[in-house]
């Protein structure tokens, strides 16, 4: 498997209306997934590192969201998720952690990474908005328009509106599939391929396969 790093409920945890107001992220901080194939010479572990054990099924992590952020699924919706892939696929991932939010990563946020055979996603504001100032690439409306995600233009700054059915279905149909896509990938080490074959992955087997059963 690729050991390189690529970046990409229930019921949320708590009241969605009682978190701090966030200030709109800075121009380069849209939150993405994708990163160099290699660590670069002043590379830091980026997360806490899970050695493979060739576990039958990924253990799952939770993590406390932080001060202000929720996540997007639980455990068992990702456990409940991974059931409907193929068990080859499943097994090919050692872990999926929900991550905790810090500062420096509240700063230039992502969704979800992938690192080795390790799935990392992240938590989002707690009110379920996510606020930048540019407005999104045609891409970026395209995808969050799949999901059921809302941007709109707010005064001087753009606004990413969730409910939380909608980012349930993004956290789990989207996010999670493609950092799986990353997993599987031991063929590209181009990063762009590598981010083609996510992109493929995602759709295939998390967009158009929810969507069938339903």
Known sequence: MNSSRQHHPRAM???????PTR????????RQRGAPNSPSPSFSAPEVWYQPLGRA??????????????HAVTTQQIRERLADLPADIVQSVEVV????????????????MQWGQNVYLYPIEGSLVERYLRPPTPQQRIEAQMFGGIWSAQS????????????RDFYLNNVLIHEI??????RNTNAH??????????????????????
Request: aromatic residues 12%.
């Open 13 to 19: 945890r708590g009241s969605v209306n009682r978190h």
């Open 23 to 30: 200030s709109a992220r800075p121009v380069a901080a849209f």
């Open 57 to 70: 099924q990924p253990l799952l992590i939770c993590q406390d969201p932080g001060d202000g952020y929720v």
């Open 97 to 112: 952690q929900l991550s905790q939010m810090t500062r420096k990563r509240a700063l230039f946020p992502r969704y979800g």
């Open 156 to 167: 001087r700054e753009w606004r990413l509106t969730w409910t939380e059915s909608t980012l």
């Open 181 to 186: 896509g990353h997993v599987i990938d031991n």
């Open 193 to 214: 391929k590598r981010e083609q074959f996510a992109n493929w992955f995602a759709t295939e087997y998390g967009y158009r396969a929810s969507r069938g059963r339903r």
